[in-house]
């Protein structure tokens, strides 16, 4: 293939988590609040959010240092770098896609987070470090479930490259087996927790004393508010696009390089974050947050559920 052609589509699918995340986190809450018969805010509401954190006037404290100026680029140029990595809208590596595996996407999405919490304690605010520590908590549980999931996708595909892993899963041998369905629960049950959804957390509360993960930006404003929330909903969407195109199927994933076929490859790539995001919406409708002392189970429950995926996926494997 021409590589003039491959650094087009590697281009085109970081556009596309770029643009189109706004855009899937407004249809998902105009879903939910219609799910609870509200009316909700217009799907362009995340557009118009974006342009008024931008133009407002970036305030911090005294007490901040180098680190509250640094973090809010890091934390946004994340989720973008994982795309690079993983099979966004082609089925095909592409130029950048072994500059890492799946453990160092995690890797640089943990990085990203790492430097909101830092931002986070740089701010000096009593409701920041107690939602740091918080997150912390979860962090706890949340980073094995991770790499129990990488590593089950690795003892199936005897790799760790997303291009390879999506393609093992797919087949006969795999496809809905007990460690395929596992995993995928396993990863879903992760999407809730580091997305900070019911029922680990509550993303809309603004409530000081219970805030998990929105205690993080609690402090920020400006321009540093528009790049965390940015970075946040496009973390977000490359964790789904490594349930639905990595974990689940590469089910309408281009299969060339052609613009016809990327843009095709983009719209059924949405469609399964749709339904992905869906069911996150009807569990967060249907349950409610957990109290603080009973987040540890849930996650515990995870990381099993997660461990029982590679226990699956060696036993099948003999």
């Known amino acids: 293939m021409p590589s003039g052609n491959l650094l087009l589509a590697q281009l085109l699918a970081v556009i596309f988590v770029l ?21 909700g805010p217009p799907i362009v509401q995340p557009y118009r959010d974006l342009r008024k954190w931008w133009a ?57 987070g790492l430097l909101l919490l830092l931002a986070a304690l740089d701010a000096g605010s009593a409701f920041s470090a107690l939602g740091v520590s918080r997150i912390r908590l979860v962090g706890v549980f949340t980073e094995p479930l991770s790499y129990l999931a990488v590593f089950t996708a690795a003892a199936v595909a005897s790799t760790t490259i997303p291009f390879v892993v999506n393609a093992t899963w797919a087949t006969a041998r795999w496809a809905l ?10 990863w879903f049950l992760l999407i809730l927790a580091e997305a900070g959804r019911i029922p680990v957390d509550n993303p809309a509360s603004a409530q000081e004393l219970s805030l998990i993960d929105p205690a ?12 965390y929330e940015w970075g946040g909903w496009m973390k977000f969407m ?51 947050k957990l109290r603080l002392l009973r987040i540890p189970e849930f996650l ?14 060696l036993v099948a494997g003999r």
């Open 19 to 39: 643009v189109v995340a706004p855009l899937y986190r407004g249809i998902l809450e105009t879903f939910k609040a219609r799910l609870m018969y509200r009316q």
């Open 56 to 112: 407002k006037e970036t305030v911090r404290t005294d007490l901040t240092s180098f680190v509250s100026a640094f973090c809010p680029v890091g934390y946004f140029v994340a989720p973008l770098l994982v795309t690079m990595l993983i099979p966004a809208l082609t089925a095909f590596p592409l130029p950048f896609a072994f500059m890492g595996d799946m453990l160092g996407g995690g890797f640089i999405l943990g990085g990203g």
């Open 177 to 186: 087996t007990p460690a395929h369905l596992l995993v995928l629960l396993a």
């Open 216 to 227: 993080r930006t609690f402090e920020s404003s400006g321009r540093d508010l528009f790049l």
């Open 238 to 288: 490359v964790l789904g696009l490594i349930f639905v195109n990595v974990l689940a199927s590469p089910l309408g994933l281009a299969s060339s390089p052609a613009v016809g076929s990327l843009l095709l490859a983009a719209v059924v790539v949405f469609a399964k974050l749709l339904v992905l995001g869906g069911v996150v919406v009807v569990v967060e409708v249907s349950f409610a």
């Open 300 to 313: 515990l429950a995870s990381v099993l559920v997660a461990f029982l995926a590679g226990a699956s996926a």
